[in-house]
């Protein structure tokens, strides 16, 4: 288990861009697989991207392919979103996820440990 603390959401127009930030506590951080989620009101929650371990391999949900990237610092324990060219759509609560294989990286069921969540609105 590690505990994860997400920041970075906020009100931005459409066609803007924020930055997701997930830091976490304890020693194993740089052994984790990591997922960024969202969930919007009355909807599941979904995958938006996953990175593992190393920051080597990188996947997308189609809905942000071109406008969406994940990164990491093992060295600060945190994972990043950058969030461009947003839509009215990309409207949630954003989560952060450290999963222990890399396998079914958009599956919620993957990842032990989550974050509370951070809320990004997209105004049209």
Same mark, same amino acid.
């Given at each position: 288990q590690v505990? !994860?603390?997400?920041? #970075? #959401?906020? !009100?931005?127009?459409a066609g803007g861009s924020l930055r997701l930030s997930c830091t976490a506590s304890g020693r194993l951080f740089s052994s984790y697989h990591m997922g960024w989620? &969202?969930?919007?009101?009355?909807?599941? +929650?979904?995958?938006v991207a996953g990175i593992n371990f190393s920051g080597a391999d990188v996947l997308y949900? =189609?809905?942000?392919?071109g406008r969406f990237t994940i990164s990491r610092d093992n060295a600060k324990k945190t994972v990043y979103l950058?969030?461009? +060219? !947003? /839509?009215? /759509? =990309?409207?949630?609560?954003?989560?952060?996820?450290?999963?222990?294989?890399w396998r079914n990286w958009d &599956?919620?069921? /993957?990842?032990?440990s989550w974050g509370q969540g951070?809320?990004?609105?997209?105004?049209s």
């Open positions: 505990q !994860l603390v997400e920041s #970075g #959401g906020g !009100l931005v127009q989620f &969202r969930q919007a009101p009355g909807k599941e +929650r979904e995958a949900a =189609d809905s942000v392919k950058q969030m461009s +060219r !947003l /839509e009215p /759509e =990309d409207t949630a609560v954003y989560f952060c996820a450290a999963a222990n294989y &599956r919620t069921s /993957e990842y032990h951070t809320q990004v609105t997209v105004s």
